[in-house]
């Protein structure tokens, strides 16, 4: 168990998800016509999922803003 490891967890677990469950999800996202068109559209709600399965996914990314 190192630290590193650790805080990633714990970062995870907020979602209850894992990196490559994240990345599954945007995936299928991408492919629901109904939510890009929220998605592209400015939609609120759509762009925090979005944002938040991006942060799960990528922790590097999310972790270096």
Do not use: C, W
């Amino acid at each position: 168990h190192s630290d590193g490891g650790a805080n990633m967890n714990a970062n995870n677990a907020m979602f209850g998800m894992t990196p490559a469950v994240a990345q599954a999800k945007i995936n299928d996202l991408t492919l629901d016509k109904e939510f890009m068109s929220q998605y592209l559209g400015g939609n609120k709600e759509a762009m925090s999922r979005m944002t938040r399965l991006h942060a799960v996914a990528h922790p590097e990314v999310a972790g270096s803003e």
